[in-house]
């Protein structure tokens, strides 16, 4: 039971898969995915065996962030279809037995919101409170030191007025004034309008950044070796974010979700570096009830050093707390390229690890073919906050899903030409892999039907177990799993359980397992003494 009283929820030892909606499927032929392509691609989501799906941004924008930067939070962006779609595709889904996030925004809206557009219209305007204003420092430059994503300064001037707003994204993007109580209304608001229609939970942006320091004050310099979770900026952001405020606007979202049936989840984007800090937005049991790992998700492709995320999380997180584990989204590269280089054995090896740890396992679109990112070519970049980073910035990770080998890779019909590029499609698509026993995707499957029957509904216990150098074995409530992080083939011994899944396609099945290939994992149960 957790602090209210509830029980695990359905996300307990749940898949959940994140459908960048641009990306997947596009039914009406104009280059873009939409809401009724993911309603063509439920049926193969439920063939695949995930429990739920996350949505990113559905709400109308103006694009800037590809839907981060949202102009009305009771809508359903244009290009993507209409509430009707929206309602009909909870409706689909459920039918099918999966539950739909949608993505949240409550850190900055849109500058195009028309609560920015009157709060521009001059310091007494009723929504001016809304967002984070100050006045030029002495030098008329900028409040402070704040950086935004990009590294460029955190303000910017607005003549009008003569004062500066705060935005930590895009300048497009301002910065909600979370100190304003008709903030936290108007979100109470928001939330309550999708649980009312039936959306199942919110993946919350920025989760760790609402409140800023009330005197603003200079962020402090990064600690070394913190690029990953810091930006551009070189600052960290002790200030500008991360202020302890946050964890009340939390509490008053946990309660309004669990005032629903079933209760409402909440899935946090805690971009923090360190795990106390990620533990932390579970409160005691009251506020968040998923938090994304960061630290685990930045952590290298060894044995040793996932191993050692998974036991500190593990330790850190409050008692009966749900763990996410994941490796892919849309702001960074695939694991299949960034912890795999394209290896297809270490891409399945990835897999078997996030489907077997204690938690919920978040997969994203194109995981389970291994689809790996596409470089894209300088004049067909789409983000705009990545647009001068080598080797196609997120736009890498957000190209359309490969359903088959045509050049559209089976996105979109009619021929149109996809939004993104879809780079190389042969192989690594759904068409080619299903059915092929060998494949990824049916590994995959195979994964989550295994998963779903030995841990849906339960946070399995996890207890590591001693392995040889470069070998990571675990005991996963009643399974065992050893995962190989070398190019050595290796013996297990003492290790001779019945084999229930291998990475390797060519292993035989049901049989004991005394050795491990290079990048080769196994999932097999202890054999049981047989009683009188
Ligand atoms: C995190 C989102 O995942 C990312 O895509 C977006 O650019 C920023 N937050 C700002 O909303």
Redesign the pocket.
């Known amino acids: 039971m957790d602090a209210l009283g509830t029980g695990p929820g359905w996300w307990h030892g749940a898949t959940v898969y994140q459908i960048y909606v641009r990306s997947w499927r596009d039914s009406d032929g104009d280059g873009y995915g939409d809401l009724r392509g993911v309603i063509a691609g439920l049926d193969y989501l439920a063939w695949l065996g995930v429990d739920g799906i996350w949505l990113s941004p559905t709400m109308p924008s103006p694009d800037d962030?590809?839907g981060?930067d949202v102009s009305d939070y009771l809508g359903v962006h244009p290009e993507l279809g209409t509430l009707a779609d929206l309602d009909l595709l909870v409706e689909e889904a459920g039918r099918r037995g999966l539950k739909v996030l949608l993505d949240l925004?409550p850190?900055?809206t849109s500058s195009a919101h028309p609560w920015f557009a009157d709060a521009r219209s001059g310091p007494g305007s009723a929504h001016r409170g809304y967002y984070v204003w100050a006045d030029p420092a002495a030098d008329g430059g900028p409040p402070n030191n704040w950086r935004d994503?990009t590294g460029a300064p955190a303000w910017t001037f607005d003549a009008a007025s003569g004062q500066y707003y705060l935005h930590n994204?895009l300048p497009s993007?301002p910065d909600l004034n979370w100190w304003h109580p008709a903030v936290h209304r108007e979100f109470g608001e928001i939330l309550r309008f999708w649980f009312d229609r039936g959306i199942a939970g919110f993946r919350i942006?920025?989760a760790h950044g609402l409140y800023k320091d009330a005197a603003l004050r200079d962020d402090p310099p990064a600690p070394a070796g913190h690029g990953l979770l810091t930006g551009r900026s070189g600052l960290a952001q002790v200030y500008s974010a991360n202020r302890p405020q946050s964890h009340a606007v939390f509490r008053d979202w946990r309660a309004i979700a669990e005032s629903y049936s079933p209760p409402r989840l909440l899935l946090g984007?805690t971009?923090v570096g360190d795990l106390d800090r990620m533990a932390a937005f579970h409160g005691h049991g009251d506020e968040l009830q998923l938090t994304f790992n960061f630290p685990f998700i930045f952590a290298d492709f060894t044995a040793a050093a996932l191993s050692g995320v998974v036991a500190r999380t593990l330790a850190v997180l409050p008692a009966g707390e749900c763990p996410v584990w994941t490796a892919s989204?849309?702001?960074i590269s695939r694991f299949p390229t960034r912890w795999c280089a394209g290896d297809e054995r270490k891409a399945r090896l990835a897999l078997l690890v996030l489907a077997t740890l204690p938690g919920t396992f978040v997969l994203y679109y194109g995981d389970e073919i291994a689809m790996t990112d596409v470089a894209v070519p300088a004049g067909q970049r789409r983000d705009a906050?990545t647009a001068d980073r080598p080797g196609g910035g997120?736009d890498a990770a957000r190209t359309p899903m490969h359903w088959d080998s045509s050049p559209s890779a089976g996105f979109t019909a009619g021929g149109a030409r996809p939004w993104l590029p879809s780079g190389e499609t042969r192989g690594r698509n759904v068409v080619a892999q299903r059915g092929d026993p060998r494949s990824t995707l049916e590994f995959c499957r195979d994964l989550l039907a295994l998963r779903r029957a030995e841990c849906g509904g339960t946070i399995t216990a996890y207890r590591e177990l001693p392995g040889a150098p470069g070998v990571w074995s675990y005991q996963a409530g009643d399974l065992l799993v050893a995962a190989n992080f070398s190019d050595e083939d290796v013996c297990l011994p003492g290790l001779a359980p019945g084999l229930l899944l291998s990475t390797n396609p060519g292993a035989a099945r049901p049989g004991p397992v005394t050795a491990l290939r290079p990048w080769e994992g196994v999932i097999a149960r202890p054999y049981r003494r047989r009683t009188a």
Do not use: A, I, K, T
């Open positions: 962030d590809w981060y925004v850190n900055h994503s994204f993007q942006d920025v984007e971009w989204n849309h702001d906050m997120r």
